[in-house]
């Protein structure tokens, strides 16, 4: 099937909540060719399929560096892309031909458009990629409450009741809200809600009402709390909390977090209350759930083991 160029229609409709998945799928079609020899970076004759593509793929990374700096998925480019900046660094230097860029921009906007795509994709190789990839194991979260493990009772936070309510929140770090390396989410993320959160203050993100009627399912779903789980990785210290948390509900609001944190407007350690959810409140039978959950933190364990 032929490839379609995209249109600026089309480049609306992607938005940012996922631009980053279309980019690696660019890249993995890239890839393929390559690997199969039909795609010589050194003596480049593109197919008309193939200047589509990478004009597709430009337009993107466009798109993401000039709209979406902070996209939390970004660091995923540079761990699962290992070709895109050196790519792109061929065109710039006009080892690969820049006229399989579409359409009448000059040499001048081309240069432009490429320059923003490094130094965006070299901004986050050498900056931002150590504050989203926190190390392997859970020596961060003995300072983070959690009713389950003794050790941080200490901590509980001072506006969590002296009561059975204690039992039903527990604690975690902005900076802990990497929807790739630390945040497992259930549910994918619409532009729509997005837009929605990125709109709302710090107090209406991290706000949690702890008065929630806890036995009734309907009153759970009104409140809208954060809610989670925490779950442990390999070799992490089964005494404190795991580092990883399985989100149930309010995944939306954590990735705008976490866009604050790399903005530099939220701290990272800023802690943050979230309802303790059971494993049985997923529509998946606990088997399937943590088959799941094992097969996502082994993609993110081997993430976190490159810092």
């Known amino acids: 099937?032929?490839?379609?160029?995209?249109?600026?229609?089309?480049?609306?409709?992607?938005?940012?909540?996922?631009?980053?998945?279309?980019?690696?799928?660019?890249?993995?079609?890239?890839?393929?060719?390559?690997?199969?020899?039909?795609?010589?970076?050194?003596?480049?004759?593109?197919?008309p399929d193939q200047k589509i593509r990478i004009?597709?793929?430009?337009?993107?990374?466009?798109?993401?560096?000039?709209?979406?700096?902070?996209?939390?998925?970004?660091?995923?480019?540079?761990f699962e892309a290992k070709t895109l900046l050196d790519?792109?660094?061929?065109?710039?230097?006009?080892?690969?031909?820049?006229?399989i860029i579409a359409g009448k921009e000059s040499r001048r906007t081309i240069n432009t458009l490429l320059g923003l795509i490094v130094k965006h994709l070299d901004q986050w190789r050498t900056a931002l990629l150590l504050k989203i990839v926190l190390p392997p194991g859970n020596k961060h979260t003995p300072i983070c409450y959690h009713p389950e493990f003794y050790a941080t009772y200490k901590f509980k936070p001072s506006f969590l009741p002296d009561d059975y309510r204690s039992n039903f929140f527990f604690e975690a770090m902005v900076k802990e809200f990497c929807p790739f390396t630390t945040l497992i989410g259930f549910h994918p993320f619409s532009n729509l809600q997005s837009e929605f959160q990125e709109k709302r203050s710090l107090a209406e993100l991290t706000a949690v009402n702890i008065n929630v009627e806890l036995r009734n399912q309907m009153a759970i779903e009104y409140a809208d709390n954060l809610r989670a789980?925490?779950?442990?990785?390999?070799?992490?210290?089964?005494?404190?909390?795991?580092?990883?948390?399985?989100?149930?509900?309010?995944?939306?609001?954590?990735?705008?977090?976490?866009?604050?944190?790399?903005?530099?407007?939220?701290?990272?350690?800023?802690?943050?209350?979230?309802q303790l959810v059971n494993p049985d409140s997923f529509p998946l039978s606990k088997g399937d759930l943590f088959s799941f959950i094992s097969q996502e933190i082994a993609k993110r364990h081997e993430f976190r083991k490159r810092v």
Request: aromatic letters at 8%; glycine letters at 8%.
């Open 87 to 99: 790519f792109v660094h061929r065109i710039q230097a006009e080892i690969i031909d820049p006229r």
């Open 55 to 78: 004009n597709n793929l430009l337009k993107l990374l466009h798109l993401l560096a000039t709209q979406y700096p902070y996209d939390p998925q970004t660091g995923r480019l540079i």
């Open 229 to 274: 789980f925490r779950v442990h990785g390999p070799g992490e210290n089964k005494k404190y909390p795991g580092s990883y948390i399985m989100v149930k509900g309010g995944h939306h609001r954590m990735r705008t977090l976490f866009i604050k944190y790399l903005k530099g407007e939220v701290d990272g350690n800023l802690k943050v209350l979230i």
């Open 1 to 47: 099937m032929r490839t379609a160029p995209l249109t600026d229609k089309d480049l609306v409709r992607i938005g940012g909540a996922n631009i980053v998945e279309y980019i690696l799928d660019g890249v993995k079609h890239l890839e393929t060719d390559i690997a199969a020899n039909k795609l010589d970076l050194t003596t480049p004759a593109f197919t």
